[in-house]
C-alpha cells in the first residue's frame, strides 16, 4: 500500500497539509491523535503499566513536572502505542493510497518499520511559531483545568514540545529522512507545495 508519513511535534500544520493531500489526490487521511484517548485506554485494558500510569494522571501532575521528563514520557509513551496505529493503518481498504499524520510518527520507528525516506517527512515548528499558534487555541485552558499554577503548567508544555522537535528533527537527520521547519515565514499553499516536492508528488 502507498502510504505518507508526516510526523514531527504538534503545531506545524501536519493536519493542514494532510487534509489539502487528501482532498488533491484522492488520498485516504487517517489522523493518528483522533485516537490516542482509544490507544490509551486499549493499551490499559491490555495490562500495559506505562500506559496505565499515564492514564491515570491528574492535569497537576503532568504538566507541573519536569519538561525534560515530560518530553521523555512523551517520546515513550509514542512508541508503547504505536503498535495499535499499525494495526489500524492496516486495516485501512483503500486503492488510492493513504496519508496519514501525529507527532506517533517517530524517526525511530518509521525505520524499525523499513519506510523509505520518500514517504516520510519530519516537520517541526520554531519555538516562537509554536508558542504563538498555542495562545491562539481557545481549548488551551481546558486542557490546563485543574492546574496549581496554568501559567507555569503552560510554560512547561511549551518547553516539553520544543524539547521534543528539537529531539525529532535530530534523530530525522540522523536517520536520513527530511525534515521540514516551520517559523511562520511561508503560507499553507507554499508549505503544501513544498511538502509535495519532497514526496515527488
Known amino acids: ?10 503545531c506545524c500544520g501536519k493536519s493542514t497539509v494532510a487534509e489539502k493531500m487528501a482532498k488533491t489526490f484522492g488520498f485516504y487521511y487517517f489522523k ?18 506505562f500506559l496505565a500510569k499515564m492514564a491515570a494522571m491528574s492535569p497537576e501532575e503532568t504538566w507541573m513536572r519536569n519538561p525534560k521528563i515530560q518530553k521523555e514520557e512523551e ?3 509514542y512508541r508503547q502505542v504505536y503498535g ?15 496519508i496519514t499524520e501525529g507527532a506517533a510518527y517517530l524517526p525511530e520507528l518509521m525505520k524499525q518499520s523499513g519506510v523509505d525516506c ?3 517527512l519530519c516537520m517541526t515548528p520554531t519555538r516562537d511559531f509554536q508558542v504563538l499558534h498555542y495562545r491562539e487555541r ?5 486542557i490546563l483545568e485543574g492546574c496549581s499554577d496554568r501559567e507555569k503548567a ?3 508544555w511549551m518547553e516539553r514540545d520544543a524539547l521534543f522537535a528539537e529531539d525529532v528533527k535530530r534523530s530525522a537527520g540522523e536517520l536520513g529522512y527530511r525534515t521540514l521547519l516551520i517559523d511562520g515565514s511561508a503560507g499553507e499553499d507554499d ?6 516536492r519532497i514526496f515527488g508528488l
Open 84 to 98: 495499535f496505529v499499525c494495526r489500524d493503518l492496516e486495516r485501512i481498504q483503500t486503492a488510492d493510497g493513504i
Open 154 to 156: 503552560f510554560q512547561n
Open 75 to 77: 517520546l515513550e509513551y
Open 118 to 120: 520518500r514517504h516520510y
Open 1 to 10: 500500500m502507498n502510504i505518507y508519513y508526516i510526523g514531527g511535534s504538534p
Open 191 to 196: 508549505i503544501f507545495r513544498e511538502v509535495c
Open 32 to 49: 493518528v491523535d483522533d485516537l490516542l484517548n482509544e490507544y490509551m485506554i486499549r493499551g490499559t485494558a491490555a495490562g500495559n503499566p
Open 138 to 142: 481557545d481549548w488551551i485552558p481546558y
